[in-house]
T-cell receptor, first 117, second 114 residues
Framework: DAGVTQSPTHLIKTRGQHVTLRCSPI?????VSWYQQVLGQGPQFIFQ???????GRGNFPDRFSARQFPNYSSELNVNALLLGDSALYLC????????????????FGPGTRLTVL | GNSVTQMEGPVTLSEEAFLTINCTYT??????LFWYVQYPGEGLQLLLK?????DKGSNKGFEATYRKETTSFHLEKGSVQVSDSAVYFC?????????????FGKGTKLSVKP
């Protein structure tokens, strides 16, 4: 079975531009979460979507937005890119809403490497 | 707020050496605790987990015990291999609200030399 897939693999943008990152969850998973991983740091939670509704938002500015489609795939959009947005963007899917007990594992994709020049 | 602190790397060991990577956490309530591993150029993989105090998670020779009294979840392996070279992240589930998403430490890079 296919795991979580993300596209594109790499992306180079300039400051002020807009970017859209895409994620397809594991078949049957209805929850998608997005994380930002800056070089040398751990991933930071951006958004969680479940059944096409936003269920959680991390401490990120309004330039960041996301949505989930009827087939449970998801897009992360970032407007007015800044140099500091350069990072690996990770998507994770899970079958249930919560990651706490009763625990359900979050499965991570390989990420999209965004470079802002 | 909730947070995870893990020992800074990089950690360099010889093959068959004993590994300990320290992780402590701050959290309200009773979060689940995890260790994830990230191999070069790849996403995160769950290595092991523990969902309540005194639980021991184990996988592929790695172990970690959920210690509520010391708020710790240290990762150990008795004999590391070159193939264990990767970045290891300690994480907890953020149970505030209903989201239950993950809060990660900064990661510890492990290099194992033959």
């Amino acid at each position: 079975d296919a795991g979580v897939t993300q596209s594109p693999t790499h992306l180079i943008k300039t400051r002020g531009q807009h970017v859209t990152l895409r994620c397809s969850p594991i078949s049957g998973h209805k929850s998608v979460s997005w994380y930002q991983q800056v070089l040398g740091q751990g991933p930071q939670f951006i958004f969680q979507y479940y059944e096409k509704e936003e269920r959680g938002r991390g401490n990120f500015p309004d330039r960041f937005s996301a949505r989930q489609f009827p087939n449970y795939s998801s897009e992360l959009n970032v407007n007015a890119l800044l140099l500091g947005d350069s990072a690996l963007y990770l998507c994770a899917s899970s079958s249930l809403l919560a990651a706490g007990p009763p625990y359900n594992e979050q499965f991570f994709g390989p990420g999209t490497r965004l470079t802002v020049l | 707020g909730n947070s995870v602190t893990q020992m800074e790397g990089p950690v360099t060991l010889s093959e068959e050496a004993f590994l300990t990577i320290n992780c402590t956490y701050t959290a309200t309530g009773y979060p689940s605790l995890f260790w994830y591993v990230q191999y070069p150029g790849e996403g995160l993989q769950l290595l092991l987990k523990a969902t309540k105090a005194d639980d021991k998670g184990s996988n592929k020779g790695f172990e970690a015990t959920y210690r509520k009294e010391t708020t710790s979840f240290h990762l150990e392996k008795g004999s590391v291999q070159v193939s264990d070279s990767a970045v290891y992240f300690c994480a907890l589930s953020d149970l505030r609200g209903s989201q239950g998403n993950l809060i990660f430490g900064k990661g510890t890079k492990l290099s194992v030399k033959p």
